[in-house]
């Protein structure tokens, strides 16, 4: 079965930093580009960061660029977010996803959210003002 796992969300102030972590188990996704997504209330899921199976790519949405920071650990099928300058605005509950597809051409590079096959059940970050 397989399972993702996020965990490290939490309740910081605004400018704090929080590390997510996304445990994958049931299969390995070293071969596979992960992203993280987040929704906010009211509001449609939005992918934030994705990166390469290699880790040597990867896609940052506007909103967190240079406050976001996404990496891997394929020895230990694991997916990391650290964030950095936190706002209000960030406020969202947070998943980890994995790439349905193991080749892109490099403008389709990093697809939809539709296209991401396998779901985490999602850790909260909450930031205060």
């Known amino acids: 079965q397989v399972r993702l796992v996020e965990s490290g969300g939490g309740l910081v102030q605004t400018g704090g930093s929080l590390r997510l972590s996304c445990a994958a188990s049931?299969?390995?996704?070293?071969?596979?580009?992960m992203a993280w997504f987040r929704q906010a209330p009211g509001k449609e899921r939005e992918m934030v960061a994705a990166?390469?199976?290699?880790?040597?790519?990867?896609y940052y949405a506007d909103s967190v660029k240079g406050r976001f920071t996404i990496s891997r650990d394929n020895a230990q099928n694991t997916l990391y977010l650290q964030i950095d300058s936190l706002k209000p605005e960030d406020t969202a509950v947070y998943y980890c996803a994995v790439d349905g597809l193991q080749t892109r051409r490099l403008g389709d590079w990093p697809g939809k959210e539709y296209e991401y096959d396998y779901w985490g059940q999602g850790t909260q970050v909450t930031v205060s003002s």
């Open positions: 049931g299969r390995t996704f070293s071969s596979y580009a």
């Open positions: 990166i390469s199976w290699s880790g040597g790519r990867t």
